[in-house]
């Protein structure tokens, strides 16, 4: 209570607002954007191989987008952000354009799409690292991935998806829901962010430069294992628990929303590495459960409790706190686009293995996940902390300091 307590007096709410508001928004609208375009394209009366085009065209206009965005825009971020959220909003709509007829449009409204969310979001987080500090940039993390896990739920219930999933989300009331809501995101970012100071010239790392980081790299191979194993498991996890698998994955961002603020704390607290290689072990541990009890019914709860808990601890951390703490006064773009893009284009490994999930041994393939996971965490012991050892030497010496003073007063 002592730490959090200096967490929320250290935070500067007023000014930490505008790029609050941001990142929830894109994030939310970035995973239901998804999973409609993931439905609609699915439903599409279209060879594999078509629907298979579709996906690559998405996740390419991704990838080029961040990695030219986090180059060529952080001069002029504040302005584009201010229009990055409207384009959103298009790319979004025209999702109602996509049909069986016309590849050559449904390339371009996929790759449009692809691009909208990419072009903004290394800039996006970049704001974001830019106004917070970094003793308290897990804490704002913890709660705006809190406010995305209970968000999305509140969605969810609200067009009645869960269970109908496919079905619903492909109805255009949905798509134009999302719509408004990224439109909303936009008005209130210029809103918030009208007296916004801009920052001055900071110097400006190349992507080799950021690869020849020992540091970084330390943090970024752990990631991309994580990434890819997640998405990579996730088809053999729907094939062995059915129907269950998807109202579990709902359910888990009630896990996410309750324990992102809680690794966000922590993070700022204890510093970030011990949040990280503690999800890893939890991770370790779950693949490896179900591994041995695969067709255990008490396997589905431990998958839901284990990976909720380690996405809420990972979310505050991996996605908005590390990649700020390591561009430490350098514009961050180019680091939030290289950790950023792992677990943005992994999501593709769903859509190649899926075909093919029913064919692979759980067994296996949850072991082999178990193996990775614990391997992944060999690096993160030698990777340095990114909160600065004098900021959690300060918290704790403050926590002695109240506890003494409550003694005191205790007995005087």
């Known amino acids: 209570m002592i730490s959090l307590r200096a967490l929320r007096e250290k935070t500067a709410w007023r000014a930490t607002a505008p790029s609050i508001l941001l990142v929830l928004n894109s994030l939310v609208w970035y995973i239901l954007t998804y999973a409609a375009f993931l439905a609609i394209v699915n439903q599409l009366h279209l060879l594999d191989t078509e629907k298979l085009g579709l996906f690559t065209t998405y996740f390419a206009g991704i990838a080029i987008s961040a990695i030219l965005g986090a180059k060529f825009l952080p001069h002029a971020r504040s302005k584009f952000l201010n229009l990055w959220s409207f384009m959103g909003a298009i790319a979004t709509l025209l999702l109602i354009a996509v049909s069986g007829n016309g590849m050559l449009v449904n390339a371009l409204l996929a790759f449009f799409l692809g691009v909208s969310i990419g072009v903004g979001l290394p800039s996006c987080l970049s704001y974001f690292a830019d106004l917070t500090s970094v003793e308290n940039r897990g804490f704002i993390g913890g709660i705006i991935w809190s406010a995305v896990g ?39 970012f210029l809103a918030l962010n009208r007296k916004h100071k801009t920052l001055g010239a900071q110097k ?19 990631w991309i294992m994580f990434s890819l194993i997640n998405f990579a498991e996730a088809p053999i996890l729907e094939s062995v628990f059915g129907a269950d698998f998807g109202f579990v994955q709902l359910l888990e961002w009630a896990f996410v929303g309750i324990f992102a603020i809680v690794g966000g704390i922590v993070a700022d607290v204890a510093g970030r590495k011990r949040v990280v290689i503690s999800g890893f072990v939890m991770l370790g541990i779950e693949y490896a459960a179900m591994s041995a009890f695969s067709n255990a019914p008490a396997t589905l709860y431990l998958f839901l409790t284990l990976d909720g808990i380690t996405w809420g601890l990972f979310a505050s951390v991996f996605f908005t706190a590390i990649w700020g703490d390591l561009g430490e ?36 393939a949850f072991s082999f996940a178990s193996f990775f996971l614990f391997l992944a965490v060999i690096p993160l012991m030698y990777a340095p902390e990114t909160l600065p050892e004098k900021k959690i030497r300060e918290r704790e010496l403050k926590g002695y300091i109240d506890k003494a003073k409550k003694v005191k007063e205790k007995y005087t």
Do not use: D, H
């Not at 430069?209 to 752990?222: A, D, S, T």
């Not at 350098?330 to 064919?359: D, H, Q, V």
């Open 204 to 222: 400006s790392p190349s992507y080799l430069e950021l690869f020849r980081k020992r540091e970084i790299l330390l943090y970024l191979f752990p």
């Open 150 to 188: 209970f968000t999305i739920l509140i969605f969810a219930f609200l067009i009645n998806m869960i269970g109908q999933w496919e079905t619903i989300i492909v109805q255009w009331e949905t798509i134009v829901a999302l719509t408004m809501w990224r439109l909303f995101g936009g008005i209130g």
């Open 329 to 364: 006064n350098r514009e961050k773009e180019k680091y939030y686009a290289l950790g950023g893009l792992p677990y943005l284009l992994a999501n593709f490994l769903y859509i190649l293995i899926r075909p093919y999930a029913s064919a692979i041994s759980p067994t296996a």
